[in-house]
């Protein structure tokens, strides 16, 4: 009998690429919006999805943060 347990992972994940289908207009909402929070929008969408997940109680345990892009914060301790 096997359980169903994904493979241990060593180092960072690989992301998946999903195509996604959008009404121009959802779509123009979901950008401005990503845009007011300062996200791209597909940051919006995965923040979004996440949200949804846990709200439902559907987030998968072991689930990292989204990872961190564009320019790191400034270490308050070297200025």
């Known amino acids: 009998m096997t359980e169903d347990h994904p493979p241990q992972q060593r180092g960072p994940r690989q992301r998946k690429q999903v195509l996604l289908r959008l009404d121009p207009l959802v779509h123009d909402a979901?950008?401005?919006?990503?845009?007011?929070?300062?996200?791209?929008?597909?940051?919006?969408?995965?923040?979004?999805?996440?949200?949804?997940?846990?709200?439902?109680?559907r987030l998968p345990q072991g689930t990292g943060p989204v990872p961190r892009r564009g320019r790191p914060r400034k270490d308050p301790e070297t200025d």
């Open 30 to 57: 979901l950008t401005r919006w990503a845009g007011d929070e300062l996200r791209s929008a597909n940051a919006q969408i995965e923040f979004l999805l996440r949200k949804a997940l846990a709200d439902a109680g």
